[in-house]
């Protein structure tokens, strides 16, 4: 069975994905870990993000998760590239990377074919619209820009981060235009998916509203 969780960046997809397939005894698949690691393997061999064209670099990797633990870890050329994916510098060129054909060609082969063969509740953008078109659940976690920022705000201030509350809400809004306006798997509301705001809702009651649905 597949249940996808679609949303804007910040909505707080991997932490229900997380918390509900633990609930389920689901595997929760981080679909946005995999251009991640891509980005940092492109970014590692001196890839030239300006240009989004077919390169070598693309074309000629290995790519593959392992599930460590409970947790997900992702391979390139046998290379875990997990402990970094949330390096600033990669946060700022996965938007870039995600738009390449060739980068998303090789993550939804590899997205279809480890949820034809497992439970999975998996998350990120374009799952339950594009990539995954006929799961069984689908849902989208929406969130308000403001609500989004200030939960960021306070992740970046216990880092002793000096980013500004301002600052962060700018980048979302730019993150959510990119995301929405990209050519390739733009973020959409998947047809029949169960719309949940979370905006002042908490990550227990987001999983709860789910698993209600889920019985239903």
Do not use: W
Not at 69 to 88: A, K
Not at 112 to 140: D, H, M
Request: glycine share 4%; with cysteine; aromatic share 8%.
């Amino acid at each position: 069975m597949i249940i996808t969780i679609d949303g804007p960046a910040g909505s707080g997809k991997s932490t229900v994905a997380d918390k509900l397939a633990e609930c389920i005894g689901f595997i929760h698949f981080n679909s946005g870990a995999l251009f991640r690691a891509i980005t940092a393997h492109l970014y590692k061999n001196n890839f030239n993000f300006s240009l989004l064209k077919v390169d070598t670099k693309i074309q000629d990797f290995n790519l593959k998760v392992k599930m460590i633990n409970e947790n997900q870890h992702v391979y390139i050329n046998d290379i875990d590239y997990t402990p970094i994916l949330r390096d600033n510098v990669i946060s700022t060129l996965v938007p870039i990377a995600s738009q390449n054909a060739m980068v998303q060609q090789k993550v939804q082969a590899y997205l279809k074919e480890f949820c034809n063969t497992n439970n999975v509740v998996i998350e990120g953008r374009g799952i339950g619209s594009e990539v995954l078109p006929n799961a069984e659940f689908k849902f989208y976690l929406d969130c308000s820009i403001k609500e989004r920022a200030k939960r960021r705000f306070l992740e970046e201030q216990a880092k002793n981060s000096i980013i500004t509350l301002e600052e962060i809400e700018k980048q979302i809004a730019e993150r959510d235009h990119l995301d929405k306006t990209r050519e390739i798997t733009p973020l959409v509301i998947p047809n029949g998916a169960i719309i949940i705001d979370s905006t002042n809702l908490t990550i227990p009651q987001v999983v709860e509203t789910m698993r209600n649905y889920l019985a239903k």
